[in-house]
């Protein structure tokens, strides 16, 4: 069974720093990986998705990579802003339905 | 884009009352549809998947006579919390896709309190 794993579990950080968000899976058998943010009592936002035959994906401040092999994704934010502030979700798809989803990392970022 | 409404975003109700949750897709027909369940400090965790008109198919653990889920429409997909206990309250939430090689799109959640 496919096992998600986020670290660090919670960071907080000055405003302006980059930073990096790590995830890792169990099985690299995957159809896609997906970064999503969810603000607290809300649902998911999709940040970035990258397909298996990707390596990453840029969206402004914001870069996804993926090493399938080795069974790893990071999630780099650059210029960190106090509206980052969110949990951040790694999910993988292992085929045309299921997503199965890290335990999140808790990002803070401090004025 | 695609957009996926739930309905209530918050209900509270009392011990023993049963609850339904709707999903729907406003622009697009979803053939899946997904419901998910996040409690507090934890990811989101798979419950069930039901395709449209037929049964829905149920992750290990999940009760299925407790979790009534009807997708009757192309268009919408309810989840019943029947007898609702304090233990079922959580946060739910609901994805909707197309076809099979389309991506997920995910309402915004309903955060259920069972006093």
């Known amino acids: 069974k496919q096992e998600v794993t986020q670290i660090p579990a919670a960071l907080s950080v000055p405003e302006g720093e980059n930073l990096v968000l790590n995830c890792s899976f169990t099985d690299s058998a995957i159809y896609n990986l997906q970064w999503f943010r969810q603000d607290p009592g809300k649902g998911l936002t999709s940040l970035l998705l990258i397909q298996s035959s990707q390596r990453e994906q840029t969206s402004g401040r914001l870069n996804a990579s993926l090493d399938k092999s080795s069974g790893r994704s990071t999630l780099y934010i650059a210029a960190s802003q106090p509206g980052d502030s969110a949990t951040y979700l790694c999910a993988v798809r292992h085929n045309f339905n299921k997503f199965y989803f890290g335990s999140g990392t808790k990002l803070n970022v401090k004025p | 884009g695609a957009v996926v409404s739930q309905h209530p975003s918050w209900v509270i109700c009392k011990s023993g009352t049963s609850v339904k949750i709707e999903c729907r897709s406003l622009?697009?027909?979803?053939?899946?549809m997904f419901w998910y369940r996040q409690f507090p400090k934890q990811s989101l965790m798979l419950m069930a998947t039901s395709n449209e008109g037929s049964k829905a198919t149920y992750e290990q653990g999940v009760e299925k006579d407790k979790f009534l889920i009807n997708h009757a429409s192309l268009t919408l997909s309810t989840l019943t919390v029947t007898s609702a206990h304090p233990e079922d309250s959580s946060f739910y939430i609901c994805?909707?896709?197309?076809?099979?090689?389309?991506?997920?799109?995910f309402g915004d959640g309903t955060r259920l309190s069972i006093l």
């Open positions: 622009d697009f027909q979803a053939t899946t």
């Open positions: 994805s909707a896709k197309a076809e099979s090689n389309q991506p997920q799109h």
